[in-house]
């Protein structure tokens, strides 16, 4: 007999799901989601756990980097302290030949030879002065202000038509500032 061809189609070959072996397999890309699946989940778990540990390695670092700002001002400040220190001790033995000078000028003479000298003595005060002024070392205006115990010294306090009760009548000794601190006090007679 004669092999006839038929012009209808194969149940098998129109419908893929008829196949037995159709039913059990997947597609590629269903297969390849399926098994993709878990590897993504733990590289976004391994992207979160490193985002986490760059944020904390971040926030370690401005806190180290603002630890070091905060001690290095400290240090500065450390050292400006120690220099007004040092250089308030030194200054304040030098304070006392500066008013031998003081005293010297209220005393001097009008005329005469002792006048030139007492020029020259004047321009050795002025100078020690601006030195002292270099320094950051500035004298207390005392006179007629109200008397602070922690700028002036009173030595004696007595009435006085002049000036109220508590303002500073005369300086003895003048008062001098390092900065904002005091190196010497100024020695006053105060009002009553």
């Known amino acids: 007999m004669a092999?006839?061809?038929?012009?209808?189609?194969n149940p098998e070959e129109t419908n893929p799901s008829a196949r037995p072996e159709a039913a059990q397999t997947t597609s590629p890309e269903a297969q390849t989601n399926a098994e993709t699946l878990p590897e993504v989940e733990t590289l976004m778990q391994t992207l979160k756990d490193c985002q986490s540990?760059?944020?904390e390695y971040l926030d370690g670092w401005q806190r180290s980097r603002a630890d070091f700002a905060n001690y290095k001002r400290r240090i500065d400040r450390e050292q400006s302290q120690v220099y007004q220190n040092a250089a308030g001790s030194i200054f304040k033995r030098y304070l006392e030949i500066l008013d031998d000078l003081e005293r010297a000028l209220k005393n001097r003479p009008p005329e005469g030879e002792g006048a030139i000298w007492a020029d020259g003595i004047e321009l050795v005060y002025r100078k020690f002065l601006s030195i002292l002024e270099a320094e950051g070392i500035t004298q207390q205006q005392a006179q007629g202000v109200d008397f602070d115990p922690t700028l002036h010294e009173a030595i004696s306090s007595e009435p006085h038509e002049d000036f109220q009760s508590g303002q500073v009548i005369e300086v003895i000794k003048n008062?001098?500032?390092?900065?904002?601190?005091?190196?010497?006090p100024?020695?006053?007679?105060?009002?009553?």
């Open 175 to 184: 008062g001098y500032m390092l900065g904002e601190r005091v190196l010497r």
């Open 3 to 9: 092999d006839f061809e038929t012009n209808e189609p």
């Open 186 to 192: 100024a020695l006053v007679r105060v009002a009553q």
């Open 53 to 55: 540990k760059a944020d």
